[in-house]
Antibody
């Protein structure tokens, strides 16, 4: 069974950074891109970017190029997303999801930015 | 960026109804479109990929169609468990989601 297990909820201060993890199991981690998606409360889905875990190559949506940094650790089958210079606009649930067709999703990681 | 416009934004229907959800792209996306279902408090779930391919394990009452800029998700006979928000997603260029259609029971 394919599983994507994300890290827990985070409460962080404005201006700080946060790093979310997504541990993959049930398939060969390096076979598929990992994508990240943002969902603000009661709102729709926004594609952030994707990483190729095999070689670390990344592609970002324009609006996230200075906000998000995607990395992957092949030794632990874990993908990471770091968000920097956090503001209230970054308060959201962040999902990792596998492959271009997004056929498996993590449970979501809630990030709350508040002083 | 390619804009994806979903309609209607809210749809009320009865159990057993045939339901049609629409997604219109701002330019040709060459059938590079998926549909997802998201229930309250859950992650999205892939229903349909590449316009009309049913994901494994998804009931056959779900189907997709379309080409060019216009795409449709159809539920042939609405069931109570289909209450959810449905998103289209294009990956032809600079991937983008539609804003969603919230489907509720009448």
């Amino acid at each position: 069974e394919v599983l994507l297990q994300q890290s827990g909820a985070e409460l962080v201060r404005p201006g700080s950074s946060v790093k979310i993890s997504c541990k993959a199991s049930g398939y060969t981690f390096t076979d598929y891109y990992m994508h990240w998606v943002k969902q603000r409360p009661e709102q729709g889905l926004v594609w952030i970017g994707r990483i190729n875990p095999a070689n670390g190559n990344t592609v970002y949506a324009e609006k996230f190029k200075s906000k998000a940094t995607l990395t992957a650790d092949k030794s632990s089958n874990t993908a990471y997303m770091q968000l920097s210079s956090l503001t209230s606009e970054d308060t959201a649930t962040y999902f990792c999801t596998r492959r271009g067709c997004m056929d498996a999703w993590g449970q979501g990681a809630s990030v709350t930015v508040s002083s | 960026d390619i804009q994806m416009t979903q309609s209607p934004s809210l749809l009320s229907a009865s159990v057993g109804d045939r339901v049609t959800l629409n997604c219109k792209a701002s330019q040709n996306i060459n059938k590079n479109l998926n549909w997802y279902q998201q229930k309250l408090g859950e992650a999205p779930k892939l229903l349909i990929y590449y316009t009309n391919n049913l994901q494994t394990g998804i009931p056959s009452r779900f189907s997709g169609s379309g080409s060019g800029t216009d795409y449709t998700l159809t539920i042939s006979s609405l069931q109570p468990e289909d209450v959810a928000t449905y998103f289209c997603f294009q990956y032809n260029s600079g991937p983008t989601f539609g804003a969603g259609t919230k489907l509720e029971l009448k």
